[in-house]
DNA sequence: CTAAGTGCAAAATGTTTGCATACTT
DNA sequence: AAGTATGCAAACATTTTGCACTTAG
């Protein structure tokens, strides 16, 4: 389970440096790996998806599973304590896949509910709550 | 879209009779497999897939995703309104990888909530709540 | 020098598909 | 008879792994 990184490689150099040019962005491993291929400093596919795996287990980088059958989505949202907080939560919608954040108690309350009648710790930064967007809502209300 | 059964074969029949002796119970594609290998009555695997697609869209069976390294779970809820219940939830271990299925009203409560603060709109099938589990809570804690 | 990371190719995994055959209606 | 489903094996897509080699500390 210890995935962290201890080397500063040339390639977690590389990929760190990129993704902070993109915050907020959705990307795969299969983005990645051809965003350095096309660029001439190609990454083999076993490291990225390596330390894509570290990065997420440091909490730099949050991974969404939109469905089994597409590649895992990954987004870069910095190192910063934004994740220690805990009254954050994601919201993803499954039409557009517009990923809404969230600051809000509730999330505290769901927390300890699930603590005090299951036994379950929640881990907020890791759960995603799938559904629809408002304005996916609206239109598949009209048609 | 449309894959819905039209015939009522032999194969079809096995399933559903299977399935309403374990509604509420998790399975995936491979579990149906062995079920009917093992009990001497082979199910093609291909028909299997073909047949939870059908149900799925039929709305008799749901199906939920974990993530995208695990097989889709599925659950007969029965052909009726019974699958408008929406109080089910799932938790997923973080350690251990158990799937835990809760029945309960609180989600109903986050539901309206994300709806009514948020204008989002929870798929309750779809979101899976992400943390540790009683068994490795206490692990964790001590060793 | 040692532990950790890289990258290739191969394996593993879960699911889908092509197609000849068999079954439903 | 016509339309649909089956089941095998092969194809697929994504992710993981084994291993020899390289690199960071």
Redo the contacts between chains.
């Keep these: ?1 210890d995935q962290r990184s201890k080397y500063r490689t040339k390639q977690r150099k590389l990929l760190l440096e990129y993704f902070e040019t993109i915050p907020g962005v959705h990307f795969t491993a299969a983005d990645i790996c051809e965003y350095f291929r096309e660029k001439g400093a190609p990454i083999g596919q076993s490291t990225v998806y390596r330390q894509l795996e570290s990065l997420v287990d440091e909490g730099i980088l949050n991974k969404y ?1 939109i ?2 059958n ?3 989505c990954f987004e870069y949202t910095g190192r910063d304590e934004h994740r220690a907080e805990e009254k954050c939560f994601h ?1 993803k919608c ?1 039409k557009c896949g517009e990923l ?1 954040h ?1 600051h ?1 108690d ?1 999330i505290a309350r ?1 927390k300890d ?2 603590y005090d ?7 907020p930064m ?9 304005k996916c ?1 609206l239109e598949s209300e009209q048609g």
Tied chains: 1, 2.
């Design positions: 389970m599973i469905d089994g597409t590649p895992a919201c499954e809404i969230l809000c509730e769901i509910h699930l009648e299951h036994r379950f710790r929640l881990d890791r759960t995603v709550f799938y559904g629809l967007c408002e809502t």
